[in-house]
């Protein structure tokens, strides 16, 4: 099929590291990308990933890419509370119409 | 600079109303798209652009049309709005590096849409 599979809620304390999971669909997809959205406004790119990589770190973010199992994931190291929002993960795909896939989004609330 | 701009930011319509949603851009950017947000389903791809005076379909475009007549603005269309076209509408723009910076999506800050 065609889905992103986020899970929908995470819920941390302020100061623990988060972790976001996303699973994806196509092999052949070259990029894929963190982003994130604030309460009523659009997505902002936080990160990606090219997909011959296994790990990117860009200071509090680590994205993490296992291509075999088609699971990417984003660590959020020490959470802040303006880190409250809904995170998307997306692919970008090669084959097949131009376009690219989101999921559904994770609703990360951060505990003070 | 102003990234990309959508106009309007709300908008309440009664079934079969008609109605065009806005979309600029700054960036010189080729690429552009209209997606549909609605909880649970995260966005979906309505229609988007490859350049001016092109136009394709996307996941969901039916109910909906779009025009690029100018490279910086792509607009939406609704002709005949019903309750299930209720939603948050965003348009995105991109690039086309052809390089490793991959080509990440610019949104403008989202058009709410309540059909009655």
């Known amino acids: 099929g065609e889905d992103v599979e986020q899970s929908l809620f995470l819920s941390v304390r302020e100061g623990d590291s988060s972790v976001i999971n996303c699973t994806y669909t196509d092999s052949s997809s070259t990029y894929l990308y963190w982003y994130k959205q604030e309460p009523g406004a659009g997505l902002q790119l936080l990160t990606y990933i090219f997909s011959n990589m296994d790990m990117k770190q860009d200071q509090r973010l680590t994205v993490l890419l296992n291509k075999k199992d088609k699971h990417l994931s984003l660590r959020i190291a020490d959470t802040q509370t303006g880190d409250s929002a809904i995170y998307f993960c997306a692919e970008r795909r090669t084959s097949g119409t131009y376009k690219y896939i989101f999921g559904t989004g994770t609703r990360l609330k951060v505990l003070a | ?116």
């Open chain 2, 1 to 116: 600079n102003a990234g990309v701009t959508q106009t309007p930011k709300f908008r309440v319509l009664k079934t079969g109303q008609s109605m065009t949603l806005l979309c600029a851009q700054d960036m010189n950017h080729e690429y552009m798209y209209w997606y549909r947000q609605d909880p649970g389903m995260g966005l979906r791809l309505i229609h988007y652009s490859v350049g001016e005076g092109t136009t394709a379909k996307g996941e969901v475009p039916d109910g909906y049309n779009v025009s690029r007549l100018k490279k910086q603005n792509f607009l939406l269309g609704l002709e005949s709005a019903a309750p299930s076209q209720t939603s948050v509408y965003f348009c995105a723009s991109s690039y086309s590096s052809g390089t490793g910076a991959g080509e990440k999506l610019f949104f403008g800050s989202g058009t709410q849409l309540s059909v009655l």
